[in-house]
C-alpha cells in the first residue's frame, strides 16, 4: 500500500510539473499581447484548468491507460514511466523549449513497457488514434488559427487599428479562459488514466469509471501547477515564435480551443503544446511568412521529435536500474 500511494503521488507530481510546464500554453498569447500581467494570466488559466471536470466526462482519461498491455502494468512499471516523463519535461522546461508533456508520458510508458516485456506489450491499435493526433494537433491548429486571423482580416477590415484592439483586448479573456478550459480537460485526465490503469492493475479499482476523487486531485494538481508558472517557456511561446497583438493571440487561442476541446468529446488525447504552436505559427503565417521565426520553430520541432524516444530512454533506464536493485 505504501508503494501503491507513493506512485499516485509520483503521478500526481507529473500532473503538477505538467502544470507548470504547460502554463505557456494557456497564457503565453495573453501575456505577449500585454492584456494581462503573467501573475493575472496564470490565475486566470487555473481557474479554468481547475473546472473543467464539472462539464466534461473522462472519455480522454479512459483512452490514455488503452496503450500498454494491462497484463504488464505493475507499480514499478508505472514509476519507471512517470520518471521518464518528469525528467524530460523538466529539462525541456529549463531550456525553455515548449515540448508535449502527452508525448513525453507516452514514451515513458512505452519505454518501460519495452524494457520489462518487449515489443508485445505494446498495444499499438490502443497507440494508433494518440500517434496519428501527435501529427495532426499542430496542423489543425496552424490551419485554424490561419483561418481565423483572415476572417478577423476580412470582417474588421473598417476598423481602426485602435478600436481592434481595444475590443480584442476583451474577447481575449474569453479566449483564454476557453483554451485553458481545453488544456484542464485534455491534460488532467491524461494524469487520470495512469492512475485509475494503476489501480486497476492492481485490483483496488473494477469497471470502466473513473472515480470522483481520482478527478478531483489531478485537476487540482494541474491547476496549483498552472499557478507556479513556467517562465522560461512562457517567454518563448510569448516572445520568440511570432509578435502578437490582441486579435492574434485571440485568433490562436479559439483555434486551440477548438481542437483541444473537439479531441476532449472524442476520447482522443492530444498535445496542448503543439496545438497552440501550430495555431500561434499560423497566425504569424497568415500575416506574413517572415513574421514567424523559423529558427526558433525549428528548435520548438527538433524538441517535439526528441520527445517520445528521449523519454522512453530514460522510463527504459529507470526500469533496467530497478531491476538491478531488486536483485
Known amino acids: 500500500m505504501i508503494a501503491l500511494v507513493s506512485i499516485i503521488v509520483l503521478a500526481l507530481v507529473f500532473d503538477y510539473i505538467n502544470g507548470f510546464h504547460d502554463a505557456a500554453n494557456s497564457i503565453a498569447t495573453i501575456v505577449s499581447t500585454r492584456v494581462l500581467s503573467p501573475r493575472a494570466a496564470v490565475v486566470w488559466a487555473a481557474i479554468f484548468n481547475f473546472i473543467a471536470f464539472i462539464f466534461f466526462s473522462t472519455h480522454v482519461a479512459g483512452n490514455i491507460a488503452k496503450g500498454v498491455d494491462s497484463h504488464v502494468v505493475t507499480l514499478a512499471l508505472v514509476g519507471s514511466g512517470l520518471v521518464g516523463a518528469i525528467v524530460w519535461d523538466l529539462l525541456t522546461w529549463w531550456w525553455g523549449l515548449p515540448s508535449s508533456s502527452s508525448h513525453a508520458l507516452i514514451g515513458g510508458f512505452a519505454g518501460a513497457a519495452f524494457a520489462k516485456a518487449g515489443l508485445g506489450s505494446l498495444v499499438f491499435h490502443g497507440l494508433a488514434l494518440t500517434s496519428i493526433f501527435i501529427v495532426l494537433s499542430p496542423l489543425l491548429g496552424l490551419v485554424i488559427g490561419f483561418m481565423n486571423y483572415l476572417v478577423a482580416q476580412r470582417v474588421f477590415r473598417r476598423w481602426r487599428p485602435d478600436r481592434i484592439d481595444r475590443v480584442f483586448r476583451k474577447v481575449q479573456l474569453l479566449s483564454a479562459a476557453a483554451f ?56 518563448t511561446m510569448s516572445m520568440r515564435i511570432t509578435p502578437l497583438k490582441p486579435v492574434g493571440g485571440s485568433c490562436a487561442e479559439f483555434a486551440g480551443a477548438v481542437t483541444l476541446v473537439g479531441a476532449s468529446l472524442g476520447g482522443i488525447p492530444v498535445s496542448t503544446t503543439h496545438t497552440i504552436t501550430g495555431a500561434i505559427m499560423g ?45
Open 180 to 235: 485553458s478550459f481545453g488544456h484542464g480537460m485534455n491534460d488532467a485526465q491524461k494524469t487520470m488514466g495512469i492512475i485509475f490503469a494503476l489501480l486497476l492493475s492492481t485490483g483496488h479499482l473494477s469497471g470502466s469509471h473513473v472515480p470522483f476523487w481520482i478527478v478531483l486531485m489531478c485537476h487540482a494538481a494541474i491547476g496549483f501547477g498552472t499557478l507556479s508558472g513556467g517562465w522560461r517557456i512562457v517567454r
Open 283 to 327: 497566425v504569424g503565417a497568415s500575416h506574413s511568412l517572415s513574421s514567424v521565426r523559423w529558427g526558433v520553430a525549428r528548435n520548438i520541432v527538433v524538441a517535439w521529435v526528441l520527445t517520445i524516444p528521449a523519454s522512453a530512454l530514460v522510463s527504459a533506464l529507470t526500469w533496467k536500474v530497478f531491476v538491478f536493485l531488486r536483485g
